[in-house]
């Protein structure tokens, strides 16, 4: 049997906590409804789960041990490492079409922008 567990690369803000706006290195904010449940059906699917975020990945694994969720991350990185899919507030998927691909990007707005 393999141990190759298929990795899942999960954005901190705007997707774990509630980002609505940068407020600080130490501001990481609350957890997003929902969060949690996520994390643990990806740990229990069998992936492998990397927070990605331009935050001090010390302070996010501290933020995660505080809502006792850090046994359900593998690590966490400052970069985007290679993963079979990224979940991302800030994430265009393009599906071959470069004009659809243009007018999405073009009116882009994160969910936690729209007004």
Known sequence: MSDYKPRICVDFDGVLNDYSGWKGETELGELAPGASDFLFRLMQAGYEVVIFTTRNPALVWLWLAERE??????????????????????????????????????????HWEAS
Do not use: E, Q
Request: hydrophobic share 40%.
């Open 69 to 110: 969720i850090d046994g359900l991350v593998d690590d966490v990185t400052g970069s985007k490492p290679p993963a079979k899919v990224y979940v991302d507030d800030r994430a265009i998927c393009h599906r071959g079409d470069f004009n659809l691909t243009f007018s999405v990007l073009d009116g882009f707005k994160a």
